[in-house]
């Protein structure tokens, strides 16, 4: 009787154990990574700042503020709306590491779906977290999903409807941010965060908004712009800069039958000018191979090339693939243009940045050269 007692003990002290080791090691993975501020920012707020109700939940997440000297014009850039998009978030942290504004303010939001990032997408084996050296050590960063946490938000319906306009969709885009805009107070996690974040375009009244996102090289709309009828006079001119510069990109106008995304709904219900751009992320398309952390960095895979030969895909596939250093050369430069463009034609919405490096830089460098040192 006493040895099956001791036992018993043992085995529960053993399990108790286990789910402790276990447990810490999951909250590990939902820890976010550190992103080091440069010289350039001034302020960092939080976004709960415009909607108190997102206080105390991962929706409150962090706006970085570079705001210059001289007034002028504003950008915001929005990283991370779908976590599993690295191109985006990554452009957003290069900036705040970065970036030093003389004139006008730009607004950074790395982590735009914040939960997004608690979590990777169930069933697709991508890598929690990828690595990136850089000249004072290894960096690590977070692969994500692309839609909120269950945890956040759950159950999902069987059917979405948009609440302004009453579209349907399946019910899993429910947790898609890029579905919920403008979104409202009362609604639902997701919807509460497009809301914060419409909200503060206002207050701010910035002047545009730029929403990163990646797709598998097998989407039509890649390497491509998407902007609202209000910013087609820019977008345009940016889009034919762009091709100057030997930088393949498309320029798509925001569908007026397709609700919920940043370029239709940000651009209809502020006066912000609404663009996305897409750059091509073989990790999330359907046709890949082996799906790890190579694949996240290289862009490189075999099956693209194959699909390319075939006529299959929507963007040039070579044995070079795709590195994350050049689709984050790709947004930094379209960027660069389009606040550019903006105070060309309105010089009242002028602004002037340093230190943001060119496609080349970031091309030829790769992105650690731009990373600061864990302090
Ligand atoms: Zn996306």
Do not use: C
């Not at 409202?184 to 919807?191: F, I, K, M, Q, V």
């Not at 091709?243 to 919920?260: C, M, N, Q, V």
């Amino acid at each position: 009787m006493k040895g099956n007692k001791t036992t018993a003990i043992i085995l529960i002290g053993l399990a108790l154990a286990t789910a402790f080791f276990a447990g810490r090691e999951f909250l590990k993975m939902r820890e976010p990574e550190p992103i080091i501020k440069g010289v350039g920012v001034t302020e960092v707020q939080k976004l709960s700042q415009y909607f108190p109700d997102l206080k105390g939940t991962n929706g409150d997440t962090d706006i970085y503020i570079l705001k210059g000297q001289e007034p002028g014009g504003s950008m915001l850039v929005l990283g991370g709306t779908h976590p599993n998009e690295p191109s985006g978030f990554m452009s957003a942290v290069v900036l705040i590491e970065n970036a030093k504004v003389n004139k006008g303010t730009l607004y950074v939001i790395p982590r735009t779906n914040q939960s997004g990032f608690t979590h990777n997408d169930p069933q697709e084996g991508s890598p929690q977290r990828f690595h990136i050296k850089t000249k004072d050590g290894e960096r690590w960063f977070r692969y994500g999903s692309r839609a909120t946490n269950p945890l956040d938000q759950w159950p999902d319906p069987d059917v979405y409807i948009h609440a302004s306009s009453g579209q349907q969709l399946s019910g899993n885009e429910t947790r898609n941010l890029n579905r919920a805009y403008p979104g409202r107070p009362d609604g639902t996690y997701t919807e509460k965060v497009a809301y914060a974040i419409t909200e503060m375009i206002k207050k701010n009244k910035i002047n545009m908004t730029v929403d990163l996102h990646e797709a598998s090289p097998e989407y039509p709309v890649i390497n491509a712009i998407v902007s609202h009828d209000r910013a087609m006079p820019i977008t345009s001119q940016v889009t034919m800069n762009l091709e100057f510069e030997d930088i393949a990109i498309g320029l798509e106008p925001s569908p007026k039958t397709l609700r919920g995304l940043t370029h239709r709904e940000l651009g209809d219900y502020t006066d912000t000018y609404a663009v996305l751009m897409e750059t091509a992320n073989p990790a999330q398309g359907r046709l890949r191979g082996k799906t790890n952390e190579a694949l996240i960095l290289t862009g490189k895979d075999k099956t693209y090339v194959k699909a390319q030969k075939l006529g299959r895909l929507f963007v040039p596939f070579t044995e070079d693939g795709h590195p994350l250093e050049q689709r984050v050369a790709r947004n930094i430069a379209a960027l660069t243009e389009l606040k550019n463009v903006m105070g060309e034609l309105e010089p009242d919405k002028v602004i002037e940045i340093d230190y943001i490096p060119t496609y080349s830089d970031l091309v030829e460098k790769g992105l650690g050269e731009y990373l600061n040192k864990a302090n």
